[in-house]
Structures are given as structure tokens and as C-alpha cells.
């Protein structure tokens, strides 16, 4: 147990609405992710954290920001969500080779 | 990152081993072969992971080619618990581990 949590982690809301999804650490690591998957897919990679407030694009990075204003906070934000975002979300820390994910967020966009 | 070629679904007798294929033909030298597994809906669990050299570990055993072009995993003895999506994933040194994950192998293992 690397001490992920995500919040929430259910979520349904209506297209066009913003939407924040937490990811919250309690170990301390450097590097944070945040993943995407969708039904018959595997995960693809959002956007990524290699510290406080550095952060860079992942494979699919349009329509998400991200901030990182403390070390245990990765915060992934929808501006203005749309259907095609409805998916699961991973949030995941990586520590010596190995990833850790937590337990994911189930969003709907309506 | 290289891309990787994996066998969409693969099925394995319980208590037997399950050997599971990989292809990696443009890994680059520097790059790392990583397993992750799915259950079910939960986030993804390390497995193993090696560079060049035979690996093993308390879950599985990492056999990589000697061109590296290739790798499988194998779990000794397959248990229902291990029914789940196998993901190989080649990243390389720099530190972000930038993963792309593929569509994996679904593993069933069936009693």
C-alpha cells in the first residue's frame, strides 16, 4: 500500500461542466501520473508530475490540466468536461522501478 | 518508448505455469521491460521488471532473449486469483517512467 487515495470516486456530471479529481500521497514521492482508461483499453497516460509544480503532457493531455502545488497533491482538472471523457481514472506514484496506482475515479459525463 | 505485441487472451489450467509472450523488437538499449497486472477493475499491480538478466521474484519469473527483442513472463503455478490483464510495458532509464500500456493479455485461468 503506497498511501494513494483519490477523491471522488464516483462523479457523475453534465457536459461543460469543470471537474477537479484529487490525488492525494502520503509518502512523499517525487514522481505522480494520472491515467485514463477506457472499456477494452488499456491505460493511457494524461499527464505526469516530477515535482512541485513541474509537470508535462502525457499521450492525452488535450481537454485536462493539471496542477501540483504540494508534494502530495496531483490535482487533474476537466475545464469543461465533455462525453468523451467519461472514463476511469488512475492516479499513480512511481518509487524505485515500480508504479503504484490507486484505487481510481469512475467519472460520467452527461 | 518502444512499443510492445502481445497475445490478446490466453488461457492456463490451474497449478499449471502460466507463460505469457511479449514482443519489444525496437527496445532500445537503456530501455527496461516492466510486467503489470490487471483485476478486475482495480489499478494496476507490479509484477517484475528486468533490463538483460533473467529475473525472479515472489510472484513470477522474467526470462528476456539475448537480443532483448522478446521476453516472458511466468507465473510458476497458476492460481484463479491470477485471472486477470497482463500488461508489458518497455520504458526507459530517464526517471519519469512514461508508460504506455498496451491492451495487454487477458490470462484466465481456469480450475
Known amino acids: 500500500d503506497a498511501g494513494i487515495t483519490q477523491s471522488p470516486r464516483h462523479k457523475v456530471t453534465e457536459t461543460g461542466t469543470p471537474v477537479t479529481l484529487r490525488c492525494h500521497q502520503t509518502?512523499?514521492?517525487?514522481?505522480m501520473y494520472w491515467y485514463r482508461q477506457d472499456p477494452g483499453h488499456g491505460l493511457r497516460l494524461i499527464h505526469y508530475s516530477y515535482g512541485v509544480k513541474d509537470t508535462d503532457k502525457g499521450e492525452v493531455s488535450d481537454g485536462y490540466s493539471v496542477s501540483r502545488s504540494k508534494t502530495e497533491d496531483f490535482l487533474l482538472t476537466l475545464e469543461s468536461a465533455t462525453s468523451s471523457q467519461t472514463s476511469v481514472y488512475f492516479c499513480a506514484i512511481s518509487w524505485a522501478h515500480e508504479q503504484y496506482f490507486g484505487p481510481g475515479t469512475r467519472l460520467t459525463v452527461t | 518508448d518502444a512499443k510492445t505485441t502481445q497475445p490478446t487472451s490466453m488461457d492456463c489450467a490451474e497449478g499449471r505455469a502460466a507463460n505469457l509472450p511479449c514482443n519489444h523488437s525496437t527496445i532500445s538499449g537503456n530501455e527496461y521491460v516492466y510486467w503489470y497486472r490487471q483485476i478486475h477493475s482495480q489499478g494496476p499491480q507490479y509484477i517484475i521488471h528486468g533490463l538483460k538478466n533473467n529475473e525472479t521474484n515472489e510472484m513470477a519469473s522474467l526470462i528476456i532473449t539475448e537480443d532483448r527483442k522478446s521476453s516472458t513472463l511466468i507465473l510458476p503455478h497458476a492460481t484463479l486469483r491470477d485471472t486477470a490483464v497482463y500488461y508489458c510495458i518497455v520504458s526507459g532509464p530517464s526517471g519519469t517512467y512514461k508508460y504506455i500500456f498496451g491492451t495487454g493479455t487477458r490470462l484466465k485461468v481456469l480450475a
Open positions: 509518502e512523499n514521492h517525487r514522481y
